[in-house]
């Protein structure tokens, strides 16, 4: 590396086609950029701020093996700094290990996180454009007990608190957290008492909309929830009065499928659902139905089996006798490039192959 240049090699398999590839890079990592250090961080974040540069290299014909060196420009970039208030809306364990803001933009070159300092400030450098800024916050727990919490449980959140539009000098922008209310209950599942392994979502209906691939990292709202591993209780903070959707998810080793596997389901209905205040919400996963096999096998150019590569198959509302939820599960094949894995019955599966890569990587 030299000066504020660094030249690295990457590899990634897909299948013949257009592609367009979005690169992230970590300002403090990639030399194109110093990282904004608060003063006083919380421990959430250590060393404060963290900035990336996107960048969209589109349109990439890939129908052999191609070679396509990419230059990623380090944009132009701006203080952004100001105030949080209102931080006493966040549950006390989130109180305590602190807050994180996140900028992002679909237009912009640069993504930004912040932490909120103990004096409830921030400081972060973005390029002209506008942003959606939300905070995120959990609880969390030392498992190293080097002073810093780096587990979370129970909950985590990401919760848009507004906006800000950067020009080309310095901007002071203050956020307030808005009013949120704790959703409490249990999650059940009439096959299981284990929930180790289950999670809940209550999310915007955007972050399900895409916006996820086209950045860094999401920027719009969603609380998380582990329930309690034997009852099945959780809680989780929202935004008072925003409507989300509420799914929950368990483990499929528990329940006569395969292992990693997901089985997934809204859980209340279709309708998106607000709360006002602090509100009890018992919620119901769907039996599982009695699970079938499918199997087969992966082969390569000239029928060569493919050993090692992942298959992924997924069911989107086709499950028989669920039909609102959604089955996901990931094998690999074996030396023989077969495979085998329990689904439940239904229509419309969708599988996915992603093969082997030689040095590591992914395949898609």
Same mark, same amino acid.
């Given at each position: ?52 540069? =996107? ?5 990439? +014909? $890939?129908?052999?093996?191609? *070679?396509?060196?990419? %230059?990623? !420009?380090? @944009?132009? &970039? ?90 080309? =000098? ?5 956020? +307030? $957290?808005?009013?949120?209310? *704790?959703?409490?209950? %249990?999650? !059940?599942? @009439?096959? &299981? ?98 699970? $079938? ?11 060569? @089996? ?59």
């Amino acid at each position: 590396m030299s000066g504020t240049s660094l030249v690295t090699t990457y590899s990634v398999t897909v299948p013949a086609g257009v592609w367009d590839v979005r690169l992230c890079n970590l300002k403090a990592d990639t030399g194109l950029g110093s990282s904004v250090v608060q003063s006083t961080p919380s421990a959430l974040l250590p060393g404060g701020g963290l900035e990336y540069v =996107s960048h969209l290299e589109p349109g990439i +014909s $890939v129908f052999q093996n191609v *070679t396509k060196d990419v %230059t990623v !420009q380090a @944009p132009n &970039t701006v203080k952004v700094s100001g105030s949080v208030s209102n931080l006493t809306e966040l549950p006390p364990a989130a109180q305590a290990i602190g807050a994180v803001l996140v900028f992002g933009a679909d237009s912009s070159k640069t993504q930004s996180v912040a932490t909120v300092s103990d004096a409830n400030t921030y400081e972060t450098h973005l390029a002209p454009g506008t942003y959606s800024v939300s905070m995120f916050f959990g609880e969390g727990v030392d498992t190293d007990l080097d002073g810093t919490p780096d587990t979370y449980t129970s909950a985590t959140s990401l919760l848009e608190i507004g906006s800000v539009t950067v020009g080309n =000098s310095a901007v002071t922008k203050n956020f +307030s $957290v808005p009013n949120l209310i *704790t959703l409490t209950g %249990t999650l !059940q599942q @009439p096959q &299981t008492n284990d929930y180790s392994k289950a999670s809940m979502i209550a999310a915007d209906p955007r972050f399900f909309e895409g916006s996820a691939v086209r950045q860094c990292f999401p920027q719009v709202g969603a609380s998380f929830a582990l329930p309690n591993a034997s009852t099945g209780a959780y809680s989780m903070p929202l935004i008072a009065n925003q409507s989300y959707d509420l799914f929950g998810s368990v483990d499929t080793g528990q329940l006569g499928g395969p292992e990693p596997g997901q089985f997934s389901a809204p859980l209340i209905g279709t309708n998106r659902k607000s709360f006002g205040a602090d509100s009890q919400l018992n919620v119901n996963i769907p039996a599982f139905p009695a699970p $079938v096999t499918l199997s087969g096998k992966v082969t390569g150019p000239g029928g060569v @089996p493919l050993s090692g590569a992942s298959v992924t198959v997924t069911n989107i509302g086709n499950v028989t006798g669920a039909p609102s939820a959604t089955f996901s599960a990931t094998v690999e094949t074996n030396a023989q490039g077969q495979y085998s894995v329990k689904v439940p019955p239904g229509s419309s599966y969708t599988i996915e192959f992603r093969p082997p890569v030689e040095g590591g990587g992914f395949g898609f």
